[in-house]
């Protein structure tokens, strides 16, 4: 019989769900909320120094939101005993799971693993590595739907007395331990990407892969031995699975799938041929390789081709010297002469530029990587001459090699500048090379492209460049550069950059060089992007909400994306007089040349929502600081949990403009959602004084007549920037501000948060005091209040 513990805190154990080395897992009840949760209690006797990491790992994970995970609620010490709070999850683990039917089907196996590298993608872009997936972490629910439990706060084995390991603390349970775990290597997303493989492996085989009665047998295994999964993976598995698994279980992370996302995307191509990727080896070599013959039809690709690798090669060889770079550059008279013009232009002259008349003096003065980023620039370039539609080529080279130069600017690391540049560029040579040989499918792809249109079932679901070009071509642009990229012989560290990250910009700075080299060239490439596709008169102002976007990720400030965009308009400039490009007047290019400043009607800058609680002076009637957080955070907490259930969205968003309310104190708070038939944000409902007579009187229009101003409201929400109005009584405020609200709302100070998906304005939540410049906010407040906006429109993709 089953001795029931005390309570812990709050927590009353009902009965026992397991039992590990280090801790207990109960069956608990919760009276504050009157609900189920499972309690994991540490064992007495762990010293301070692992409990006290415990604890921190533990609350880095309860910030993360997943339904692959399973969401921790708290984690405390109450009376000396440290304990872990999250959702009870009924159903059994993976573990009992293979128990009882042993090996899987190879489509339910490889099913379940892309949930968890659902969870696991989710958790890498949070910061977070697991660091012990193992099968009974793996907790599968009514649905079937995997859930990974346990993030970040595996156990640590002790390795005094294996012989030949070093005398550091391995972190991983021995069969699922990845060799540079085995090592005591910092922790990375591709220790989590072996563990998978190894899981993945015992499904499909329904045997273990690096079992042995003496854990120390196993953790030297993974070090020194490759782990080679069983010949018989089932009848329905292939040898294109087999390859994917392979991969993962490489002992070399190097040769291992990079990252939780493109393992996912590879078994997804094995399980999908037909609508995800042709068949025929890794994610569609098949279509690949017929692209690849399409492309060398023309004369001057495999000229290119091999320019190229002959430079690249060169560039990251330590046998290489400077005098072979010099002869392969002298090869083609035609380069050696743009060459020249473009180190002698001026941003080379603090290297020396200007009198420079010789190779190898540039290569000496520049250096390989400033060399091999200019030379394989012109060698790209160069294809485009004589061709009908040179000016749509040279219009994307130019953006490409703008997204370069400004991440070459915001790179933080000096010595990785060249790198950053190179990596932002290439991340685009799948589109650049589509544009080149295959014009026909570009324009195709380009008609198919649009953002997500209206809510519901108006929605009309956005269309993707990737989605589109692997629609019209049978492979996505990413996976077309990828392909030719290792075609010209490019390093696994170039390639595994020239992927740019998904989702939602990371709020802390990344700390990890590749992933924030990732990261660095989508957010160039978007800046780009931006100006090339805007009027000059919105460019200023859209470039500033990405960087209000993409700041705390790379860790500059929001203001450095303003000047580092114009120094590398400058640079720009230079290098197109150089190497003779020639735009005509209308051409969009010139966007990219032209000056980044303010427009004079913007006057909506310097407005962008900031902290404005200034020395710690909480202004009269205002809620006390820690109390406004205190609320905020307890209402994100409460909204997080109802949305790991089947929720209502109406409850949802009721939910946070509540949060809003009383965290914050507003007179008002009012949330508006776009009608797709107006093209315009109406006001549905709110909290507040009066709001049952403001709300119908918010419409915002989201398209303007030509010739006319946008209102501030439009303004505001088509720029997608949050704005802090502190005093609407300013006369260039007042003049923008519509009708409906100055005879209205009447409010004097008020902030704006816009919604968008996929970079498509759907929502706005608006909140409003009666006193100007009474909207204040430190910076802890002002982060849990776009939290709060954030699971908004998470909600709302959820719901969709």
């Known amino acids: 019989m089953t001795v029931m513990p005390p309570a812990v805190g709050r927590f009353k154990p009902l009965r026992s769900l397991g039992k590990g080395a280090q801790?207990?897992?109960?069956?608990?009840?919760?009276?504050?909320?009157?609900?189920?949760?499972?309690?994991?209690?540490?064992?007495?006797?762990?010293?301070?120094?692992?409990?006290?990491?415990?604890?921190?790992?533990?609350?880095?994970?309860?910030?993360?939101?997943?339904?692959?995970?399973?969401?921790?609620?708290?984690?405390?010490?109450?009376?000396?005993?440290?304990?872990?709070?999250?959702?009870?999850?009924?159903?059994?683990?993976?573990?009992?799971?293979?128990?009882?039917?042993?090996?899987?089907?190879?489509?339910?196996?490889?099913?379940?693993?892309?949930?968890?590298?659902?969870?696991?993608?989710?958790?890498?872009?949070?910061?977070?590595?697991?660091?012990?997936?193992?099968?009974?972490?793996?907790?599968?629910?009514?649905?079937?739907?995997?859930?990974?439990?346990?993030?970040?706060?595996?156990?640590?084995?002790?390795?005094?007395?294996?012989?030949?390991?070093?005398?550091?603390?391995i972190v991983g349970t021995p069969g699922y331990i990845s060799p540079e775990a085995a090592r005591s290597e910092p922790?990375?997303?591709?220790?989590?990407?072996?563990?998978?493989?190894?899981?993945?492996?015992?499904?499909?085989?329904?045997?273990?892969?690096?079992?042995?009665?003496?854990?120390?047998?196993?953790?030297?295994?993974?070090?020194?031995?490759?782990?080679?999964?069983?010949?018989?993976?089932?009848?329905?598995?292939?040898?294109?699975?087999?390859?994917?698994?392979?991969?993962?279980?490489?002992?070399?992370?190097?040769?291992?799938?990079?990252?939780?996302?493109?393992?996912?995307?590879?078994?997804?191509?094995?399980?999908?041929?037909?609508?995800?990727?042709?068949?025929?080896?890794?994610?569609?070599?098949?279509?690949?390789?017929?692209?690849?013959?399409?492309?060398?039809?023309?004369?001057?690709?495999?000229?290119?081709?091999?320019?190229?690798?002959?430079?690249?090669?060169?560039?990251?060889?330590?046998?290489?010297?400077?005098?072979?770079?010099?002869?392969?550059?002298?090869?083609?008279?035609?380069?050696?002469?743009?060459?020249?013009?473009?180190?002698?232009?001026?941003?080379?002259?603090?290297?020396?530029?200007?009198?420079?008349?010789?190779?190898?003096?540039?290569?000496?003065?520049?250096?390989?990587?400033?060399?091999?980023?200019?030379?394989?620039?012109?060698?790209?370039?160069?294809?485009?001459?004589?061709?009908?539609?040179?000016?749509?080529?040279?219009?994307?080279f130019l953006r490409s090699l703008m997204a370069g130069s400004l991440a070459r600017e915001l790179c933080l690391v000096p010595r990785e500048n060249e790198e950053s540049f190179l990596t932002t560029m290439f991340q685009g040579l799948g589109r650049l090379l589509a544009e080149f040989y295959l014009p026909e499918e570009a324009q195709q792809v380009r008609r198919l492209v649009r953002p997500e249109r209206g809510m519901g079932d108006q929605a009309a679901p956005p269309v993707s460049e990737g989605g589109a070009s692997a629609q019209v071509l049978g492979l996505s642009y990413e996976d077309l550069g990828l392909g030719v990229a290792r075609q010209w012989g490019f390093p696994d560290s170039l390639q595994r950059s020239m992927r740019r990250p998904e989702g939602d910009a990371p709020t802390r700075l990344v700390e990890h060089s590749s992933d924030r080299m990732r990261w660095l060239g989508r957010a160039s490439n978007d800046v780009a992007e931006v100006i090339l596709n805007s009027d000059p008169a919105e460019a200023h102002a859209k470039v500033r909400a990405m960087a209000q976007r993409y700041a705390r990720g790379l860790g500059v400030e929001a203001k450095a994306f303003e000047a580092a965009a114009d120094q590398a308009r400058q640079r720009l400039s230079q290098l197109a007089l150089a190497m003779d490009i020639q735009l005509p007047k209308g051409s969009p290019a010139q966007r990219l040349l032209a000056p980044l400043t303010p427009s004079p009607e913007d006057t909506l800058s310097p407005h962008q929502l900031q902290a404005t609680l200034v020395d710690g002076q909480t202004p009269a009637g205002a809620i006390p600081p820690e109390q406004a957080a205190a609320t905020l955070a307890a209402g994100i907490q409460d909204i997080t949990n109802a949305m790991v259930e089947s929720f209502k969205l109406n409850e949802i968003l009721r939910m946070i403009l509540e949060t809003m309310y009383r965290g914050l104190g507003f007179r008002r708070v009012i949330f508006c959602l776009r009608d797709p038939k107006t093209e315009t944000l109406t006001g549905r409902f709110g909290l507040g004084e009066g709001v049952e007579a403001v709300v119908p009187l918010f419409r915002v229009p989201l398209r303007v007549m030509p010739g006319l101003q946008a209102d501030l409201f439009t303004a505001v929400c088509t720029k997608g920037v949050d704005t802090l109005i502190a005093d609407a009584s300013q006369p260039r405020i007042a003049e923008r501000l519509p009708p409906w609200f100055l005879n209205g709302a009447k409010a004097h100070s008020f902030l704006i948060l816009p919604m968008a998906l996929r970079g498509a304005p759907f929502a706005m939540i608006y909140a409003d005091k009666t006193q100007p410049g009474s909207v204040v906010l430190d910076e802890k407040q002002l982060s849990l209040l776009r939290t709060l906006r954030n699971q908004a429109v998470m909600a709302f993709k959820q719901a969709s």
């Open 23 to 169: 801790a207990v897992v109960w069956l608990a009840h919760d009276p504050r909320l009157d609900r189920e949760v499972a309690l994991k209690v540490l064992t007495q006797g762990t010293d301070r120094a692992s409990v006290d990491a415990w604890l921190h790992e533990a609350r880095a994970v309860s910030r993360l939101t997943h339904p692959n995970i399973v969401p921790v609620f708290e984690a405390d010490i109450e009376a000396g005993q440290a304990y872990m709070v999250f959702e009870y999850v009924p159903g059994g683990t993976l573990t009992e799971r293979l128990r009882q039917r042993g090996r899987l089907p190879a489509r339910d196996a490889v099913t379940l693993m892309l949930g968890i590298l659902d969870g696991l993608h989710a958790a890498h872009q949070a910061g977070v590595v697991h660091r012990d997936l193992k099968p009974s972490n793996i907790l599968i629910d009514g649905q079937g739907r995997p859930k990974v439990m346990d993030f970040g706060i595996a156990g640590r084995v002790s390795t005094v007395g294996l012989p030949g390991a070093r005398p550091d603390r």
């Open 187 to 396: 922790a990375a997303p591709v220790m989590d990407v072996f563990a998978a493989a190894v899981m993945l492996s015992e499904m499909l085989s329904g045997q273990r892969l690096n079992y042995d009665a003496d854990p120390w047998r196993a953790v030297r295994r993974a070090m020194e031995q490759t782990l080679d999964p069983p010949a018989d993976l089932g009848p329905d598995s292939d040898d294109a699975l087999r390859a994917v698994l392979m991969r993962g279980l490489s002992r070399e992370t190097a040769q291992r799938w990079p990252d939780a996302k493109s393992f996912h995307d590879a078994l997804a191509a094995w399980l999908h041929p037909a609508s995800e990727a042709p068949a025929g080896g890794e994610g569609g070599n098949a279509t690949l390789d017929f692209l690849l013959r399409r492309m060398r039809h023309r004369s001057d690709f495999p000229a290119m081709a091999d320019s190229v690798a002959r430079i690249q090669r060169m560039t990251q060889s330590e046998n290489e010297s400077l005098t072979t770079l010099s002869n392969e550059i002298l090869k083609d008279v035609a380069l050696t002469n743009k060459l020249l013009r473009l180190v002698n232009t001026v941003q080379f002259s603090h290297a020396g530029g200007g009198h420079i008349s010789t190779v190898s003096r540039a290569v000496a003065l520049i250096g390989f990587g400033g060399i091999r980023n200019l030379a394989l620039s012109l060698v790209l370039l160069e294809r485009m001459e004589n061709k009908g539609h040179a000016q749509r080529l040279k219009e994307e």
